[in-house]
């Protein structure tokens, strides 16, 4: 055994043990905020982690540059998922007030509510 396999076996395993968290994080927090940290911040980084096992692994492929793309798309589109959702839940009240420390949202959502934007 190397020692490239066994720093592929880490990332892999680091990468699915923080996807585990994730999944258990989704189903145990309490609202849609704390679901939504836990559905992307987590689950970004051990998927990146599990493509650059895969990565390490595959080196000399041609599958390669589809493991990078995948990275990259996952890092574009989970941040703006993730704004999405906070928004919805915030529209529709879906969200435990007594957990916010500051609503900068409070004045964004005075306009809305008249039609504005």
Same mark, same amino acid.
Do not use: C, W
């Given at each position: ?8 076996? @880490? %990332?892999?395993? =680091?990468?699915?043990? $923080?996807?585990?968290? /994730?999944? *258990? !994080?989704? &189903? ?21 982690? @599990? %493509?650059?096992? =895969?990565?390490?692994? $595959?080196?000399?492929? /041609?599958? *390669? !540059?589809? &493991? ?50």
């Amino acid at each position: 055994m190397s020692i490239l396999d066994i720093v592929t076996a @880490v %990332l892999i395993l =680091a990468g699915s043990t $923080l996807a585990l968290t /994730a999944a *258990i !994080g989704v &189903v145990r927090f309490p609202d849609t905020l704390s679901r939504m940290h836990s559905a992307t911040k987590p689950q970004v980084l051990g998927l990146l982690l @599990v %493509l650059a096992g =895969a990565a390490i692994r $595959l080196r000399g492929h /041609a599958d *390669i !540059g589809m &493991v990078i793309l995948t990275g990259l798309f996952t890092l574009i589109t989970a941040p703006v998922i993730a704004n999405r959702v906070g928004q919805l839940a915030y529209r529709e009240q879906n969200i435990r007030d007594d957990l916010l420390t500051r609503d900068e949202m409070a004045d964004f959502g005075d306009a809305d509510s008249d039609g504005e934007k």
